[in-house]
């Protein structure tokens, strides 16, 4: 329900952790009989706070696989959180490398559509296009030269 990961994280840290500090004080100050009690009842609800906390406070860097990438010899270029920032930054490379024709063949590992109109002006341009996705009726599957499943590829096909 958030536009954005900073305002989940304002969220969380504006109404969930109040509630876990105000759980903790009530605990703390509690005595007892009283204490095992409460204990007992917030242990779910704090054990639920603290790992939506690890999994919301923890900063997330791309999708984990960077360093694998970078190891496999493949140029690897950090981006923003901001929605769209990784379409944009390779939407205006390829168009850049399709203008100085530095390719004949243009492969992309993706099933978005914003790379439609890039697709089209390499036709345009004569290059060839391959497409590794998981749609099998994808806009970009249609316009490809040659398309592969990525589950395929993963099975050894």
């Not at 105000?22 to 790992?51: C, D, P, T, W």
């Amino acid at each position: 329900r958030f536009y954005n990961n900073d305002k989940l994280v304002n969220h969380f840290r504006q109404i969930h952790e109040g509630e876990q500090k105000k759980r903790s004080n009530q605990i703390e100050s509690a005595r007892g009989k009283v204490r095992v009690l409460l204990v007992g009842n917030y242990s779910i609800k704090m054990e639920k706070n603290k790992m939506a906390a690890s999994a919301i406070l923890t900063p997330k860097v791309g999708y984990g696989f960077a360093d694998e990438l970078k190891r496999a010899w493949f140029w690897v270029r950090m981006v923003l959180v901001k929605p769209q920032d990784a379409d944009v930054l390779l939407r205006n490379y390829m168009v850049a490398m399709v203008d100085k024709r530095r390719f004949g063949c243009l492969v992309v590992v993706s099933d978005d559509s914003d790379f439609v109109e890039v697709f089209q002006e390499a036709t345009l341009r004569w290059l060839k296009m391959v497409v590794v996705g998981d749609m099998s009726d994808g806009a970009l599957k249609r316009i490809a030269n040659a398309f592969f499943s990525w589950s395929d590829l993963l099975m050894g096909k």
